[in-house]
């Protein structure tokens, strides 16, 4: 990806056929991240500190979208203009490979460098998922699943409001509330620090909520999803309340509106490790191609519903954003489960402690590990 990214001002000079084929290879190098993290966070990330973990690990990508519409501003308006853009940032995805590399493992027992004790937690904490005898995937349950087709559905619908802001909002900001082109790029990137801050913090409370036995697993994620579905739909309604003559009161909307969806990140998304840990890779890797196709349409619907890009206008591309939020958000709350479902799954080692059948997890090194042989029955964690 870095490489290709680098190539891309030596392309686009010469050929426009050229420069669409690296970008399409660019975004399938780019494609292979999102499997490994889920298969990674499976093997390393215990249930009642997973909020904190994967959502400061997604926080990540929210961080760049904030940091880089300012830097990439300024990079423009040096004497190398737009190319020195991809050469800065093709640079940096080189040396975060070498980091990667040097650091990550697939599993806690690979690791060379970990302590003993903290890999004898990891190891009884986190499930160790063993392949089936006949090595097939189970396709037909997997489709069936409609705690499956509730994370899709948060999927779609998280991504295609994410990439309404990364894509049609800046226009927004320019054509409606009037932003001139560096003050545009500096108040763009406010939701996307909304959103970074939101992570660690949904997912700081539903690791303690979780820790202290306050609430299960199953009623944490559903709320934390609530709060990321439902704040930011009610916002999108308030947004389409005000004109340019309130832009800053918009700005603060947006941004608490991108907040309160990273909700979603201590919520549905990580129902792939909690639900199927074994195909969580998978999953997600077939949710988020689904969620992928967002990018292209989300951006052209914003375009057909607003033609002469007028304030009126903008209002239904809020709404439509408003509506995808709301039922998103309803059916993970019907039809989403924090089980680990029985097809997913022969047998998981866990440090468990179980208190009237609801599964909790024990910091404690000192309890013995217990094996599960699963069967028809879906277990709570």
Not at 118 to 147: A, D, Q
Request: proline share 4%; with cysteine; net charge neutral.
């Amino acid at each position: 990806m870095s490489t290709s990214t680098i190539l891309v001002p030596v392309v686009a000079i010469r050929s426009l056929y050229l420069f669409c084929a690296l970008r399409v290879l660019t975004g399938l190098a780019s494609a292979s991240w999102f499997p490994g993290f889920y298969q990674l966070w499976a093997a390393w990330a215990p249930p009642n500190e997973r909020g904190l973990l994967i959502g400061f690990a997604y926080a990540g990508l929210h961080v760049g979208s904030a940091i880089t519409m300012p830097i990439t501003g300024a990079l423009c308006q040096t004497s190398l203009g737009w190319s020195l853009v991809f050469y800065f940032y093709g640079a940096i995805s080189f040396v975060y490979c070498i980091i990667w590399f040097m650091f990550v493992y697939d599993e806690p027992k690979l690791h060379p460098r970990i302590s003993m004790e903290e890999k004898t937690y990891l190891e009884s904490t986190c499930p160790v998922i063993t392949k089936n005898k006949e090595g097939k995937i189970p396709i037909k349950s997997i489709l069936t699943s409609l705690p499956v087709w509730a994370f899709v559905i948060v999927n779609i619908g998280i991504d295609w409001n994410l990439y309404t802001f990364l894509t049609s909002v800046p226009t927004y900001m320019r054509e409606v509330l009037h932003f001139d082109f560096q003050r545009n790029a500096l108040l763009s990137s406010l939701p996307y620090i909304g959103m970074w801050i939101g992570q660690l913090i949904f997912g700081w409370i539903s690791d303690i909520l979780l820790a202290r036995r306050i609430l299960t697993l199953s009623v944490v994620r559903k709320l934390m999803n609530s709060i990321g579905m439902f704040g930011p739909a009610l916002l999108m309604i308030l947004i389409t309340l005000f004109d340019c003559h309130n832009k800053y009161a918009v700005v603060v909307l947006l941004t608490f509106g991108l907040f309160f969806s990273s909700g979603v990140f201590s919520g549905g998304m990580l129902s792939p490790i909690e639900i199927t840990p074994k195909y969580s890779g998978l999953l997600f890797s077939a949710s988020n191609s689904l969620g992928a196709l967002t990018g292209f349409l989300s951006p052209v619907v914003a375009n057909a519903l607003t033609p002469d890009k007028t304030y009126e206008q903008w209002r239904y591309v809020f709404y439509l954003g408003s509506i995808i939020f709301f039922i998103a958000g309803l059916f993970f709350l019907i039809f989403s489960s924090s089980n680990i479902q029985s097809w997913a799954i022969e047998i998981i080692d866990y440090d468990v402690d179980n208190d009237d059948h609801d599964y909790h997890y024990d910091h404690s090194l000192s309890n013995k590990t217990s094996s599960h042989q699963i069967n028809k029955e879906n277990i709570e964690i």
